[in-house]
Nanobody, 125 residues
Framework: QVQLVESGGGLVQAGGSLRLSCAAS????????MGWFRQAPGKEREFVAA????????NYADSVKGRFTISRDNAKNTVYLQMNSLKPGDTAVYYC??????????????????WGQGTQVTVSS
C-alpha cells in the first residue's frame, strides 16, 4: 500500500506557474504508474497527466498538452506536475493517484488504486 500527500497548490494569476508535488510513503513507489487528475466544482474528475514507472513515457490531456509537465523522482518517492501558462479553466482540486496494476498507465480514474487528499489550484483572471 502507498500513502500519497499532495502539496504546492495555491492562488495564481492567469499566465502564471505552479509546481505540484506528490510525496509517497510506503513500499515500492517505483512499481506504481502515477497520474494527476483534477476536479472542478460540479464536474467529474478528469485526467490531467500520467507517467510510467520508469518515468520514460508520459501522457497528457489535450487541454494541458504543451503547458503542463509530469515527472517523477523514484529516489525521492515523489511525482511532480509543473503547470505553466495557467488559465482560469485550470482551477480545480488536483489529485495524484497510484496504479498498482501492470498496465503502463491509465487515463481513467477508476483504474487507480490509491489517491491523495488533493490540493486546491485557483487561477484568477
Amino acid at each position: 500500500q502507498v500513502q500519497l500527500v499532495e502539496s504546492g497548490g495555491g492562488l495564481v494569476q492567469a499566465g502564471g506557474s505552479l509546481r505540484l508535488s506528490c510525496a509517497a510513503s510506503g513500499r515500492s513507489f517505483s512499481s506504481y504508474a502515477m497520474g494527476w487528475f483534477r476536479q472542478a466544482p460540479g464536474k467529474e474528475r478528469e485526467f490531467v497527466a500520467a507517467i510510467i514507472r520508469s518515468g520514460g513515457l508520459t501522457n497528457y490531456a489535450d487541454s494541458v498538452k504543451g503547458r503542463f509537465t509530469i515527472s517523477r523522482d523514484n529516489a525521492k518517492n515523489t511525482v511532480y506536475l509543473q503547470m505553466n501558462s495557467l488559465k482560469p479553466g485550470d482551477t480545480a482540486v488536483y489529485y495524484c493517484a497510484a496504479d498498482k496494476s501492470s498496465r503502463l498507465y491509465s487515463t481513467s480514474p477508476y483504474e487507480y488504486d490509491y489517491w491523495g487528499q488533493g490540493t486546491q489550484v485557483t487561477v484568477s483572471s
